[in-house]
């Protein structure tokens, strides 16, 4: 009889202890903070993410296509977005791009240089101050959604150079 007395609360430890190991898995912003990157360059509507540690490799789901304009520029995501993440870059980036000009080009790379971002589309690259992504974007509307002096929103037109 004492043993059936036992198995109650042995299985509420056991929920409770497996409850708390999945109340720590960190969010995709926190992973990108983690990485000493900006939460910014991931817009708020991420669903899911898998990261393999080992590798850095790992995919976002945000569950559709996200799209915004700020200060001259279109960034587009798709639903999935994958590459590998390092301390202060993102590498082998795919899903994420950027109108040039008339055309779309893929942003390959995410590196963190100082007070800067670079974003690498290939040969050429553009820096972005870091502080322009405290805040991540939102789908439609990007860093301008609410009126905001200046915070969260990327200041300068981007100059494209090699």
């Known amino acids: 009889m004492t043993s059936r007395a036992t198995i109650p609360p042995l299985l509420l430890f056991l929920l409770l202890f497996m409850c708390a190991a999945v109340a720590q898995v960190p969010t995709a912003y926190e992973i990108l903070q ?13 669903t899911v993410y898998t990261l393999n540690r080992e590798t850095g490799e790992f995919h976002v789901n945000l569950g559709e296509n996200c799209t915004f304009k700020n200060d001259g520029y279109e ?3 798709k639903p999935m977005i994958s590459g590998v993440i390092r301390k202060g870059k993102v590498t082998k980036l795919k899903g994420v791009s950027v109108k040039v000009m008339l055309f779309w080009v893929q942003i390959v790379a995410a590196i963190r240089d100082e007070g800067e971002v670079d974003f690498s589309v290939g040969m050429l690259k553009a820096g972005i101050d870091i502080d322009a992504f405290e805040e991540s974007p939102q789908c439609g509307c990007g860093f301008n959604c ?3 002096e200046g915070k969260g929103k990327v200041s300068k037109i981007l100059d494209w150079s090699m």
């Open 75 to 77: 960034v587009k995501y």
């Open 146 to 148: 609410v009126a905001s």
């Open 34 to 46: 983690e990485y000493d990157l900006p939460v910014g360059l991931l817009p708020t509507n991420v």
